[in-house]
């Protein structure tokens, strides 16, 4: 068994990471940590848990972390990165899902994060999460960077293009409709149902923190900068990102037996057959990506549909499937729960 | 293993027991009937069934279903009374999660269903399938009666109250909301997303067809008839079933203890702490029932509130319950799922 | 011209008071105040109001408040009783919202509201705003206590019954379901979209503001003590209350023709036809308020289906109707928009 | 006043139409016709309208339909074009808003339609009933082809660039997300609740009839053709349109002036201020149009964000409009209603 712990577990990505760890039949998750909520116990916060988990939150503590093999943080941007070095020293390995270890460059982190990287030394080191991407060196990771749920979306619908080389890097765009929840478990009016029901619009258009995030991970693949144009929206359901990429293509190309090709492997990716849409709920609460492949009347504009949980794929079942690599367990190992539809 | 089938696997119904039965570790599910749509593949229609359901569609066929251990029938009302029969006689037990037979008495099943009963020797010998009532006669059931969901919700909710005769049973009230899901598959103007979103309403208060079989179970227990006012609503959400009860103590009583005893061995049925408020997403796709005891200002009149998953413990849960129990599994064998919460 | 204030307009009431008075052929809306939002312009904040108000927030000012005829108060719980006596001394006439003024007894008050009374000397003067049941009174008053959202849609239903003595007054249940904009525009986490979506609960079954309120009013028309079971419900929408009010009935009745006759000549109380149902969506941001009168299976437990929108007839719409019988100006003036459906 | 008629009016365009022309000032809605419906009043079936309108359902008659000075056709389409002949001929001015007379070419149509036309010989008289664009011809048009709700959307959000000829037609694209009443009020199982709720997905990929309505209107301002990328998404939400368009800027250019300045006589076309971010719910129930201009990082590509309410400015709002012109009354008569938020 894998002794398991989980810094920061009040907020989304901590409830789902809850559910998939206490069914994990390799895990014992032996603490939880949050200041707010010290000495609450946890089914208290999160009712569905009842019988499920009989833990209680606890105040966090370096000394009662480092007796665990591994430690999820599901805190706020900042907070991993002033507990990880210690956690690293005493051979406890990591998996963040916050932003604090996804970015290479320290000076980029500052720029999107506003505050200054508190261990800069340890971002060559971490391991971005993303198996279908990274799968040999997230098993040998002692940090592995869980990636954004748009980036996981993105990443997977452009990978085999990118890698191929068959469309223009300089012109991609990506145009994701999220799910509230993934503005997070905090109170906030423009998260509230009487303004996010019924609704739907564009946010931070003009710069996003997930935009750097993509485009290292392209530019890692093809070596050259890319242009990329990036367009989050809110939509008003609980769950789901659906992601839809154009990009031009550069030549002609069997894109359905191309995008079959790259995942057939990939216990997680689901490329549907050719003219099919993907839906979001066909993901809900499982961690799949499925994918639709489309070049709308022949012409060069490709047009790649995708859809994850954003707190699955798109975060608490990504942090398990790292975990799974990282400790020589079968990948799917507790995460072989069908879609809830409908 | 148990080798299963599925009469008209088409609706919602269908779809969760789909959800279950291919993830449930003693069941080989060997056949899924639909005339509607013989010959497509389960997941061509249900795509969250990708990569976990091999099965098409077949036309339903007595010869092949006889071949089965246990047949689910999860057809439309006045379909499985014309197959039980033969299923029967061959062996086969079944579970019928349509109304067929749930009443005992025919005339009554005619009046509300509006069509003659094709083997109403058959409604004695049925098992209604209410584990928390009908336990010991579910084991050995050749043919159980699937519960509705609202009468699940509310015979658990007033089950303790009425067995110790604590309150006037000739007062009660039943004031129910269920997400549309309840309404099923078929398509009709009243379940659209634009009529039933941001609406709420009552339906049926001159007489739902679930009103005798609340009334029914209550009066087996209680021995003498009982005056039931039952409201039914349609919320805008897709699963859910809050039933909020109202009835009238006799004499005083520790509520609480009550409840909680009566339930303390039940793997399903979860009384909350008192002061507690249920709510219907923490039995999200879950088979839970979730009870909170109330008595407004020390009044008396007693106020239980009780939640379901209607498709899991108000329909495919309860059905897969059922047949762990008639074959001698562990009850709670494939129900595990933690709910889905957010 | 009615030179028109409002106190408080940063939440869901102060928006839709917006939306009625900018359109109100007789006001002039010359001010609107808030301390957090001051120098703001109202249309930056809601941008629904862009081309139809030009103003912006300002600091609340009472010198300035006392050029106005009227003054709105939209404030929480607790703010217009500091204000109002200097307004009334400089003859303006107040509508509050809020429910400073709704209960008579200033230690009944303070029981539910946790604070002192600022005037109480004023709570015998405010005329409690529903002209169904005051209308006289509010002509001339100076001071309207505006209905709360709940109390609404629960007095129009019980009025008749309760007026005619037809039912046991110590036995009433009002079983309410209330969309989320109830709850307020302040950032929570229980309002969130992720926690009220999917979801249905019952709260405050203990006890709720609005029952002191609900129990004064059926009080001061039956002349006797009012044993009332009050249980609110959270539903997955915006806007809407649906009461669903049951009672005992002590004589047999003409119930439809009861409900017809007493409201045949009120402007926003609409009584259906014989064995229909009610919609929260037929009256959205309409002032009516539409009822269904039940008698299920001709039992002597009546069923009476009341629905309103929450912030329109149980809030701004009210308040605006208020305002028309105070300045002797036609009652349904800038209240007649058609409910917006689908 | 003007005699209108409407013929087909049990959709959601046929009621939003009612809604409006009731509470016309200059309109006398003389006859609704509905061959399912005949018979049965028109706030039976929208209860809504109880109060505001005493039609009932008629049968469809030439005769009564030629006393109307205007006819709108809320039909599906193919209906249209075997009726608007003879009005016209009686002189009866029409507005369709169906799509029978959009298209300029009578094979497109065939093509896209599925049926051959009935009158291509009044396809070049239609006029394109989007003000913004062709107001003067919409003054003396006898025949009006109001636009679908993409197409306005879309347009709207276009015609500035493409009208100064500032960006590359080849490479245009509009995501676009709509409301599930765009899908209208048939019954159909992928528009129920329980399958559009909690889901996001594009359809029609591959090709949508809004593509050529949208790609005539851009290429008759340019004069050449244009290469549009069109992927229309459902959204889980009743109401509302968000277009989110690309474009390839060809040289620098002040966009947030231009679009200001295109738009600043327009009573329905609302600019932002530059950073701004557009919400559906801001032009719920209200004929807006509202628009904002955004150049991510000062790249090349142009992102348009445009909003309508797909049944108002996208369907019986503009019709009124188109009237409202045809008849010389002010544009603006009786759409003055400010958008519902929340």
């Known amino acids: ?34 200041r707010a909520e010290a000495g609450r116990t946890v089914s208290d916060l999160f009712p569905n848990l009842r019988g499920a988990c009989d833990l209680a939150f606890s105040e966090p503590d370096v000394n009662v972390l480092t007796t665990c093999d ?34 290479k460059d320290a000076a980029e982190w500052q720029h999107w994060y506003g505050i200054e990287h508190a261990c800069p030394e340890l971002l060559g080191e971490a391991v971005y999460g993303l198996p279908e991407l990274n799968r040999e060196m ?23 293009l990118i890698e191929k080389q068959l469309v223009d ?37 003009s710069g996003h923190r997930h935009l750097p995030e993509i ?10 900068p890319v242009g990329l144009t990036f367009v989050p929206h809110l939509t008003p359901m ?29 216990p997680f990716v689901d490329v549907l057959p050719a003219g099919s849409h993907v839906e979001t709920r066909t993901v809900r609460a499982s961690n799949y990506c ?30 398990v499937q790292n975990m799974n690599l990282m400790f020589g367990l079968e990948e799917e190992l507790g995460l072989g729960a069908i879609a809830v539809l409908p």
């Open 70 to 103: 591994v430690v999820f943080f599901a805190t706020p941007n900042g907070t991993a990165m002033t507990l990880v070095p210690a956690l690293l020293d005493a051979g406890v390995r990591v998996v963040d899902l916050a932003a604090d270890f996804r970015l």
């Open 238 to 266: 609980i769950r789901g990102i659906h992601a839809t990429l154009y990009a031009r293509l550069s030549e002609p190309a069997d894109l359905q037996q191309l995008y079959e090709e790259r995942y057939i492997d990939e």
């Open 1 to 34: 068994m894998i002794k398991a712990g989980i810094v920061g577990g009040t907020g989304y990505t901590g409830v789902e990471l809850l559910r998939l760890l206490c069914a994990h039949p390799e895990v014992d998750l032996a603490v939880i940590t949050s």
């Open 215 to 224: 485009r290292q991970t392209l530019e890692s693949v093809v070596g050259i």
């Open 169 to 205: 890097p300089g012109q991609l765009i990506a145009d994701t409709k999220s799910g509230v929840s993934g503005a997070g478990r905090g109170a906030s009016v423009g998260s509230l149902l009487a303004e996010a029901s019924e609704n739907m619009k564009a946010y931070a258009v």
């Open 290 to 319: 499925r994918l639709a492949i489309h070049q709308p009347q022949g012409r060069d504009t490709v047009v790649i549909l995708s859809v994850i949980d954003n707190l699955v794929k798109g975060a608490a079942g990504q942090a």
């Open 138 to 160: 997230i098993r040998d990771a002692r940090l592995v960077a869980n990636p954004g749920c748009y980036p996981t979306a993105v990443a997977l619908g452009f990978l085999p």
